[in-house]
């Protein structure tokens, strides 16, 4: 069964793009995350862990010493902030609309 790609000129101005959906996701700040507030931000942001990347790589032990926050609250930190980079990511893919996974 042979199929037969037929193809159409069309003019520039023509070409719409794809609507998407109205959602738009709200990025993700390190006071978004559970257990911080301006105050452990400032903390943090005082001795370099500025962003959720640097929050990312650093261990639980690291944050506690520099916050004084509890190791629960540290894991908790860290596992929202994975889940959250994890969602983006899965997100930036399928909006991509390549097929790419």
Do not use: F, H, W
Request: charged share 30%; net charge neutral; proline share 3%.
């Amino acid at each position: 069964m042979k199929q037969e790609l037929v193809y159409e000129e069309m003019d520039v101005d023509e070409i719409k793009p794809a609507k998407r959906g109205k959602s738009v996701a709200k990025e993700i700040t390190i006071t978004d995350l559970p257990g911080v507030g301006a105050a452990t931000a400032e903390k943090l942001s005082s001795v370099g862990y500025d962003s959720l990347l640097s929050i990312a790589v650093a261990s639980p032990g690291e944050l506690v010493e520099v916050t004084g926050m509890s190791e629960a609250v540290a894991r908790k930190i860290k596992d929202t902030n994975r889940t959250s980079a994890r969602s983006k990511c899965v997100r930036k893919r399928s909006d991509s609309g390549n097929g790419v996974y």
